[in-house]
């Protein structure tokens, strides 16, 4: 208790010294309180912009804050824009923790000391963060591996610094003005999941055995294997990756990497993994991101840190395609039309209102080169017209929107002259075709096919169950009896229509086997 009090005591002394109650200062409910807080605090430096100061209370508060902070970076939708990007500089970066701590873990989380599970195992880490740290190994037969053993005492850590920040967050959502919409409470409960998510290192194992299985057959992007049998909730070993860190430019140029196409495979990459598989890596900094300069698999992209994913459902993608290709089109019309069909703006909203107000938000970015566009901004018009106009920012496209940028940063860096709309365009109109044309519709009925096999055998016994109930009605309802007959008949012609397509379809999928085993043996 006395130590909970100590640090809340802290994180006081902390806010007063960095002058966070300044920036609160324009929502709170009670202005007159300012002139209060100016006269105690009279000795305070408060020179800086009120996102230096923000950054670097974070930093003093330690890494969890620090964490916090860079999933408060992410929410656009929230956060002012000079806020936000004092927070994206926020860097993970804390002293690695003792060896002997980290064998330990090794051992209590496989039962083995390092030196029996493996041939070689580097004491000095060779990165470390505010979860976790990383060695270097070698398997006993000869695979080299990284190792990355979760941070000590890290959950107890995280629940009590968590736990002030519920209080926190109660807190301002009774004094701030503006708390209705910044939603500080939901916004704490959504970074404790997410940091608790980052605590299960087989949580991302699996992320990466997904990823790796979605592009198994990919020129583009290589993820390392997970050796299973050295992985527990603490402790992960994977594949050793070798290739240059994506923003060593200079080194990237000298081993003969073609920058314009690595900056264009990066959109692809991009929305291969929105649009195909729904589910992203959605922490693509420069520093999880290498280029493989290995003869095999040279100009390839590698991704590291899965501990941050997101998904996205048929719906989400969906409406993000058509909301990208009517982008891309510049029918802000049909940009507007979706975003009220969805529900996502209020169904009394004017149609022609809320296009005029995203044309003056997208128009200007079409036909410049990605140097002389910030996405960033555009970003934030967007959503401080979505506000205007009362759209709802969907939870899961948050991390979409942070990773956007994170693909825009990549592009400035590798490609001055991209162009991210062009680029992307064709590959998004492709996808289209394929879910609405008559080969994706070809696609999910083999994908149905099973259960229509289970499900034809009963039409039968279905069918005499209904005639048998339609039997044992009560005969002096005339009306109820002819209601009854009404429906049967319509529930026959149904089932007969099922049982033609169903037939139809079998015979079709029979005809399409024989044409390819005759397809084989010519």
Not at 125 to 138: D, E, G, L, M, N
Not at 453 to 479: M, S
Request: glycine share 6%.
């Amino acid at each position: 208790m006395m130590l909970k009090f100590l640090r809340l005591l802290k994180i006081l002394r902390v806010s007063v010294q960095y002058g966070l109650d300044e920036i609160a200062i324009s929502g709170l409910k009670k202005p007159r309180i300012t002139k209060l807080i100016d006269t105690v605090f009279f000795w305070r430096d408060l020179s800086a912009p009120r996102g230096v100061r923000l950054r670097m209370a974070l930093e003093d508060l330690g890494p969890i804050f620090v964490k916090f902070g860079q999933v408060l970076s992410t929410r656009r939708d929230l956060i002012p824009a000079d806020l936000v990007e004092e927070l994206s500089r926020l860097q993970d970066r804390v002293p690695p923790f003792d060896s002997d701590l980290a064998i330990a873990q090794i051992r209590k989380s496989l039962g083995a000391h390092p030196d029996q599970l493996f041939a070689s195992f580097e004491r000095t880490p060779v990165a470390s963060a505010s979860i976790a740290q990383v060695h270097f190994a070698t398997l006993k037969d000869g695979k080299q591996v990284a190792v990355k053993v979760l941070r000590p005492g890290m959950k107890k850590s995280i629940d009590e610094d968590v736990a002030l920040m519920h209080i926190a967050a109660e807190w301002i959502g009774r004094v701030w003005a503006d708390s209705k919409r910044l939603k500080p409470k939901e916004v704490v409960a959504e970074f404790d999941k997410y940091l608790h998510d980052e605590l299960d290192l087989m949580r991302e194992a699996a992320n990466a055995s997904q990823l790796r299985r979605n592009f198994a057959d990919s020129q583009l992007l290589l993820v390392p294997e997970m050796y299973w049998d050295y992985c527990s909730n603490s402790v992960i070993v994977m594949e050793r990756m070798h290739g240059i860190p994506v923003s060593q430019i200079d080194r990237l140029e000298a081993a003969g990497v073609d920058l314009k196409k690595l900056s264009s495979d990066g959109v692809e990459i991009f929305f291969t993994q929105v649009f195909r598989d729904g589910f992203f890596h959605a922490d693509m900094h420069p520093g999880n991101i290498l280029v493989s300069i290995d003869p095999a698999t040279f100009g390839r992209y590698i991704a590291l840190d899965f501990g941050i994913v997101g998904t996205l459902n048929d719906f989400d993608k969906d409406y993000l395609s058509q909301n990208f290709l009517a982008f891309f089109r510049r029918d802000y019309k049909r940009v507007a039309e979706a975003h009220i069909e969805s529900g996502w703006a209020p169904k009394e909203t004017r149609v022609d209102e809320l296009e005029s107000a995203v044309r003056a938000c997208c128009e200007p970015i079409f036909d410049r080169p990605l140097k002389d566009i910030s996405f960033g901004q555009i970003l934030l018009r967007l959503f401080q017209t979505s506000r205007r106009f009362n759209v709802e920012v969907q939870p899961q496209l948050v991390l979409l929107q942070k990773t956007l940028l994170n693909i825009e940063g990549l592009g400035r860096q590798l490609d001055p002259d991209l162009d991210l709309w062009k680029t992307a365009k064709p590959y998004l109109e492709n996808w289209m075709a394929e879910q609405v044309g008559w080969q994706g519709m070809w696609q999910r009925l083999k994908a149905e096919a099973p259960r229509y096999t289970h499900i034809l055998p009963q039409l039968p016994r279905l069918l005499h169950r209904a005639l048998e109930q339609q039997g044992e009605r009560p005969a002096d309802n005339a009306e109820l009896i002819k209601v009854l007959i009404s429906e049967q008949q319509r529930t026959n012609r149904l089932l007969g229509f099922v049982v033609y397509f169903a037939g139809a379809f079998g015979l079709g999928l029979a005809l399409y086997q024989l044409y390819l085993r005759w397809q084989h043996l010519a």
